[in-house]
């Protein structure tokens, strides 16, 4: 099975990969912003009319953009949204290992030197 694939990016840097994992010519569409908004999806939606969308881990942007992208219709493929969500997430990450009964190191959020040693006494300077 073949699909067309179409990359929206703020920049060439990231897209070499994209050329080496489609199975079909990729067509690139280079945001003038550095971040993707909802309006500029919707004018890609309306002018490609796609089957679906993948929404990439690693980037609030796209996990913002998912909620957009599903209120047009256009279907999500792949890890759900609430899935993106709560693997970005870090109290819904640590409440699904906390009730699957995964171990884990525990984590604290420091901001200073200070903090960082006093949460963690057990780790030398």
């Given at each position: 099975?073949?699909?067309?694939?179409?990359?929206?990016?703020?920049?060439?840097?990231?897209?070499?990969?994209?050329?080496s994992?489609?199975?079909?010519?990729?067509?690139?569409?280079?945001?003038?912003?550095?971040?993707?908004?909802?309006?500029?999806?919707?004018?890609?939606?309306?002018?490609?009319?796609?089957?679906g969308?993948?929404?990439?881990?690693?980037?609030?942007?796209?996990?913002?953009l998912t909620?957009?992208?599903?209120?047009?219709?256009?279907?999500?493929?792949?890890?759900?949204?609430?899935?993106?969500?709560?693997?970005?997430?870090?109290?819904?990450?640590?409440?699904?290992?906390?009730t699957?009964?995964?171990?884990?190191?525990?984590?604290?959020?420091?901001?200073?030197?200070?903090e960082?040693?006093?949460a963690?006494?057990d780790?030398?300077?």
């Amino acid at each position: 099975v073949k699909f067309d694939a179409l990359s929206d990016s703020v920049g060439p840097g990231s897209q070499h990969q994209s050329f080496s994992v489609a199975s079909a010519p990729v067509r690139l569409i280079f945001a003038a912003e550095l971040l993707l908004t909802p309006e500029d999806v919707e004018s890609i939606v309306n002018l490609e009319h796609p089957d679906g969308a993948v929404v990439q881990f690693g980037g609030q942007t796209a996990i913002k953009l998912t909620e957009a992208l599903m209120k047009m219709g256009v279907p999500i493929l792949g890890t759900s949204a609430e899935n993106v969500d709560a693997a970005e997430d870090r109290e819904l990450f640590d409440n699904i290992l906390e009730t699957c009964g995964i171990p884990r190191p525990k984590g604290e959020t420091v901001y200073t030197a200070e903090e960082a040693k006093a949460a963690r006494p057990d780790v030398p300077d």
